[in-house]
């Protein structure tokens, strides 16, 4: 019995630790920028051979498949489609799945098509553990295009809709200006069949809210919004002031950016001394094997998160000045684009711009904008950004953090830098 408990100890630590090897191989692998298990739909796991003869797994491009995928992410970026239409789509293009030993090649399912158009893979990107390496596989979609999708997927659930019943641009952006519920579409037949359009309160419509809310003409309710673009717009020399008062900010914040930034690069180089000592006093007998691999974990990791700031610092600011560069031209030009694009790419600039739409009984609107408009659209920061202006730019940046609205935080959005493309025309992209 306690030979039976000794080896079954031992059975246990050994499959323990195989598991642990196992997923640090795995963990490496998605460092370097290799793939872990089966590739997507589009590529193909393939063995070669390098220079010394040694086998090497990889992954390539399938020739049946990748273009019928490039196809899928590029039609589906349009706009034109939704996933269940892409799906009879690539079907009728012949998209099977990859067939195995087991289970045949068969027609890929709806959810199949949605985690191909939401994964990262085809933009040249590895995902392991929650986190995102650059990977060694050819990207199989631009990365604008691939935006661009997620842009869509997007729009197409805020909208809470079925694209085959009652669609139009304008759902999932409006919302009943007396009580804030939904604004749901709903047909109306007069005696000699006319079909009229109109948008109605949903807590009106299923009785949840004491809403008196009227149904509101869908073509008012357009012409309505069409104008509060107009309103909103940002004269040209409004824009002006806002950018150097983003500038301004900007500079503020780069500066303590850039004392960190030291603080880290002094830090780096401290850990790699220490590093080197310790692999020093290993040669000398000081300090055994095993403290020496946790010490070099240690300082491994440290030095990886280091890195990944010290990089991040100088890139953050230019994506989000770029970034914040390209809301000013669209918020100073947005009515323009809006009465310039068709309607599915109206759908993407009402989601892109405001959060919600609320319309009134007299077709008012009274948007509530999304980050950075939020902050663009504001009358206060606007106006704080004129009187900066005449005053010949010459306020402290404390003044200028203390603008309602205007911080870090909202500069640089949570969601990060990824554009959300609205368009594939001659007009500007949402970012």
């Known amino acids: 019995m306690l030979l039976h408990g000794i080896m079954s100890s031992i059975a246990e630590f050994y499959s323990r630790n195989l598991a642990n090897e196992v997923s640090k191989g795995m963990s490496q692998k998605a460092i370097t920028g290799g793939t872990n298990g ?8 393939v063995v070669k051979k390098d220079e010394l003869g040694r086998e090497m797994r990889t992954v390539d491009l399938d020739p049946e498949r990748a273009p019928i995928v490039k196809w899928a992410f590029e039609a589906y970026a349009s706009g034109n489609y939704s996933t269940a239409s892409l799906r009879d789509e690539l079907i009728d293009r012949g998209l099977t799945t990859v067939p195995t030993p087991k289970p045949p090649k068969k027609a890929p399912s709806l959810s199949a098509v949605h985690r191909m158009l939401s994964n990262r893979y085809y933009k040249g990107k590895v995902s392991f553990r929650g986190a995102v390496y650059e990977g060694m596989h050819e990207p199989l979609v631009p ?28 759902k999932g952006s409006l919302y009943c200006g ?16 006319v079909i009229y359009p109109y948008f109605m309160c949903a807590g009106r419509h299923s009785k949840r809210t004491n809403c008196e809310q009227k149904a509101m003409y869908i073509p008012d309710v357009e012409r ?49 001394a220490e590093r080197t000592k310790l692999l020093q006093a290993h040669y000398a007998g000081a300090v055994p094997l095993e403290l020496l691999k946790t010490e070099q974990e240690r300082i491994a990791k440290r030095l990886a998160f280091l890195e990944a700031q010290i990089e991040a610092g100088t890139l953050e600011y230019e994506q989000a000045q770029a970034h914040l560069e390209d809301c000013l031209a669209l918020a100073g030009d947005c009515h323009a684009i809006y009465m310039s694009i068709d309607d599915s790419l109206r759908r993407t600039a009402n989601q892109a711009f405001f959060d919600k739409l609320y319309i009134t009984e007299a077709d008012a609107v009274d948007g509530q904008a999304g980050e950075p408009f939020d902050i663009l659209f504001n009358p206060e920061v606007q106006s704080t950004a004129l009187r900066r202006k005449q005053a010949g730019g010459d306020q402290s940046g404390d003044q200028t953090a203390n603008v309602a609205g205007l911080n870090k935080d909202q500069l640089v959005p949570p969601r990060g830098f990824e554009p959300l493309a609205f368009g594939t025309g001659n007009r500007r992209s949402i970012p």
Not at 143 to 170: F, M, N, P
Not at 181 to 191: D, G, P, Y
Not at 243 to 254: A, G, K, N
């Open 38 to 45: 089966k590739a997507p739909m589009g590529y193909l796991n």
């Open 143 to 170: 990365t604008e295009i691939w935006y661009r999708v997620q842009a869509v997927l997007s729009s197409h659930r805020a909208s809470g809709e079925k694209t085959q019943v009652h669609d139009h641009y304008l």
């Open 178 to 193: 007396q009580c804030g519920s939904r604004l749901i579409m709903t047909k109306a037949k007069n005696r000699q069949g």
């Open 224 to 272: 309505a919004v069409e104008d509060y673009y107009k309103q909103v717009q940002i004269p040209e020399h409004i824009v002006t002031a806002l950018r150097e008062l983003v500038t301004s900010e900007f500079d503020r914040l780069q500066a303590t950016t850039k004392q960190q930034q030291e603080a880290y690069t002094r830090e780096r180089e401290d850990l790699i």
